[in-house]
C-alpha cells in the first residue's frame, strides 16, 4: 500500500529569486525506510517540514503531497497531527513540557484521549523506549541522548503511520547515536511504521534502509536502494558520506551491485582480497609553543551539586588541533567553557599566555543577534573597535575563506544547520582570536563542507592558531587532529595520536578501524587502508 506520494513538488521561499525544491515525485509504501541525502542546504528540512503540514514553511508551494491516498490539504486536524509524526534536529526545540511523563502525555491529552487510555500508552512507551527509569524526572536534567530519545517516544505515543527525522543524531555521541538508530530501525521492523529520516550519518542508516532518496541543489537526482546508490553516486560529492566499508570497495576497485554497507561486509571484502600488514604508528610529538594549558581544574555549577570538571588538565599548541571526545553530558562543554574563561574554577589554573581566545558554541544560531548575516558581522567589527571603512574588507575576506558571501543577505534564521554554522565560524574568525574553541564544529554540515572546514582549520593552523574542539565526529578527529583524548568523570583521558587513540578503543572509534582490525593494524581512517592496501592516491 503506498503511503506518501509527490508528484512535481517545487517549492519557493518568499523574496527568493528561485525554488528551494523543483518537481520533486516519488512514492512510498507502508513500512518503507527512507533515508533522505544530500549536501547543506539542498533542500532536506525544507521537504520534511512540507510533508508536515503544521510546519510548513509560508512560501510558494506546487505540486501535490498525497498521504494514504489522499490529498495532503483534505486531511482532518487530528489526523495530520497523529499520524504524521516529526522529531526536530534540536531537542530542546521538541520537549515542550517539564517532566518526561508530561511530555509522553502532552500529544494525547491534545487529542483528546481518556485518561486509563492515556497512562496506558504513556506506560508502554515508558518500556517500549527503555525509559521507564526516568519516566518521573524533569527534562530540563536529560542529557542530549536521552532528550532525542524522549522527543521520539513521545511523536510515537499518538501511533503515527509516518515517521519524520531531521538529522536526530546530529547532537549524539557515536554510542548514542548507534542506540537511536536502532531503536528507529526496531521501530521500522516491529510495528511498520513508514520511517524518512534526513541524516549526513550513512554510516549506520544505510545499512537498515530500503530506499535512498538524493536531494542536490533542490532536485532528487536519484530514488534507489543503499547499494544501488552506492554504485550509481560513486565519486560525487556526497558519496564522501556513504558507509566506509562502500567507500573502499569503490577505492580497491570492486564493481557490480555488491557494495559492502556494514562493518562485517566490510571485514569479510578486505580479509578476501588484501594481505595483512600493519600500520606503524607515527612517533609522539614534542610540545611546541603553549596556548592553552589546564591544571587539575574543578568546578561545579552549584555549591551542593556533584563536581562536573575533577582535576581536567590537557596542554593545547600553537598550530595544533586537539579534539575531546567522550558522552551527551559527560562535561566536555564545560571543558570549553573554562577554557574561555566563562566560568572560573574553584581550583585549578587555566592559562592563555595572553593569547586571545575565541568559542563557537554547538547551537551556531545563537551567536547572532541581528536581522542578517552581514549586519551581524557589522556588528562584532563595531565591537572590537574596527573602523567602518574597514569593514566590507574583513568581511569579504572571512567570506572568501568559509564561502558564505551569498548568506550576507539572509536573516540568520533562514539559515540550513550547514549554513548557519559556516556563518557562525565567519563570525568567531572576525575578532582575530589565537585560539579557537569549537563546539562540535561538524554537527548538521555535510562530508564537503567538512572537508572544507578541515582545510580552513589547517590554514589558520599554519598562521599559528591553536584549535580545542569537543566532537562526537570520530571520523574528522582522526582524520585531522594532532591529538586525541576522552572526557570521563572530570578528567581528559589519555591524549595521544589519533592512531593510537583510536587503536586502543573498540566503541570511541573509527568504522575503518573496526572493519581493518587484525587485517591492517592501527589503520583508523580510509586513507590508511587505500595506503596499506596498495593503492597509489
Not at 549536501?39 to 494514504?68: N, Q, V
Not at 577505492?251 to 578476501?272: D, I, M, N, S, Y
Request: hydrophobic share 40%.
Amino acid at each position: 500500500m503506498e503511503i506518501l506520494a509527490l508528484e512535481n513538488l517545487s517549492f519557493r521561499y518568499p523574496a527568493e529569486g528561485k525554488n528551494v525544491l523543483s518537481g520533486i515525485s516519488l512514492s512510498l509504501g507502508e513500512g518503507d525506510f527512507c533515508v533522505l541525502a544530500g549536501g547543506s542546504g539542498c533542500g532536506k528540512t525544507t521537504l520534511l517540514k512540507l510533508l508536515k503540514r503544521e510546519l510548513a514553511p509560508h512560501g510558494e508551494l506546487s505540486g501535490k503531497i498525497y498521504f494514504c491516498g489522499k490529498e495532503q490539504s483534505t486531511l482532518s486536524a487530528r489526523e495530520s497531527a497523529a499520524e504524521i509524526g516529526f522529531v526536530l534536529q534540536n531537542p530542546e526545540a521538541g520537549i515542550v513540557t517539564d517532566k518526561v511523563w508530561h511530555e509522553l502525555s502532552f500529544g494525547l491529552e491534545n487529542l483528546g484521549f481518556d485518561t486509563d487510555y492515556i497512562r496506558l500508552r504513556i506506560g508502554e512507551m515508558a518500556n517500549y523506549f527503555g525509559i521507564a527509569h526516568m519516566f518521573r524526572e524533569g527534562t530540563a536534567h536529560l542529557s542530549g541522548g536521552q532528550k532525542q530519545l524522549l522527543s521520539l517516544a513521545a511523536v510515537m505515543s499518538m501511533s503515527p503511520k509516518l515517521l519524520l527525522l531531521d538529522e536526530p543524531t546530529s547532537q549524539l555521541d557515536p554510542i548514542a547515536a548507534a542506540d537511536f538508530i536502532s531503536t528507529l530501525k526496531k521501530i521500522n521492523r516491529e510495528l511498520g511504521v513508514t520511517v524518512i529520516v534526513a541524516e549526513h550519518r550513512l554510516e549506520e542508516l544505510f545499512p537498515i534502509a530500503d530506499k535512498v532518496a538524493v536531494l542536490e541543489g533542490g532536485r532528487l537526482i536519484s530514488f534507489a536502494s543503499p547499494r544501488e546508490i552506492c554504485m550509481e553516486l560513486a565519486g560525487a560529492p556526497i558519496s564522501r558520506g556513504f558507509p566506509t566499508a562502500a567507500r573502499i570497495y569503490g577505492r580497491l576497485g570492486g564493481g557490480g551491485e555488491k557494495a559492502p554497507l556494514t562493518v562485517r561486509e566490510g571485514r569479510r571484502f578486505l580479509a578476501e582480497n588484501c594481505k595483512p600488514c600493519k600500520n606503524e604508528l607515527p612517533p609522539p610529538k614534542s610540545g611546541g609553543t603553549p596556548a592553552l594549558e589546564l591544571a587539575g581544574v574543578h568546578f561545579r555549577y552549584e555549591k551542593h551539586t556533584p563536581d562536573i570538571l575533577r582535576g581536567a588538565s590537557l596542554s593545547l599548541y600553537e598550530g595544533e588541533l586537539f579534539c575531546l571526545l567522550g558522552a551527551n553530558g559527560a562535561g566536555k562543554t564545560t571543558v570549553l567553557r573554562a577554557a574561555a574563561g566563562l566560568i572560573k574554577p574553584y581550583r585549578g589554573k587555566v592559562r592563555t599566555f595572553g593569547k586571545r581566545a575565541a568559542m563557537l558554541p554547538q547551537n551556531a544560531v545563537s551567536v547572532f543577534l541581528k536581522n542578517s548575516v552581514r549586519e551581524d558581522f557589522e556588528d562584532i567589527l563595531a565591537a572590537h573597535g574596527i573602523k567602518k571603512e574597514n569593514f566590507t574588507k574583513k568581511i569579504d575576506e572571512v567570506c572568501q575563506k568559509l564561502g558564505v558571501a551569498q548568506l550576507l543577505s539572509k536573516h540568520p534564521y533562514d539559515l540550513s544547520g550547514g549554513e548557519a554554522q559556516r556563518c557562525a565560524l565567519a563570525k568567531v574568525l572576525l575578532t582575530e582570536p589565537h585560539i579557537l574553541l569549537l563546539d562540535e564544529p561538524t554537527k548538521a554540515i555535510d562530508p564537503a563542507a567538512k572537508s572544507e572546514l578541515a582545510k580552513l582549520l589547517r590554514a589558520l593552523m599554519s598562521e599559528g592558531l591553536a584549535v580545542f574542539a569537543v566532537t562526537h565526529d570520530v571520523e574528522f578527529a582522526a582524520e585531522n587532529a594532532d591529538r586525541c583524548a576522552l572526557f570521563f568523570d572530570g578528567e581528559v583521558l589519555a591524549p595521544a595520536a589519533p592512531q593510537s587513540f583510536f587503536s586502543a578503543n573498540n566503541f570511541y572509534t573509527t568504522a575503518a578501524s573496526r572493519i581493518s582490525r587484525g587485517i591492517f593494524e592501527n589503520a583508523v581512517t580510509e586513507a590508511d587502508i587505500i595506503r596499506l592496501a596498495g593503492v597509489k592516491e
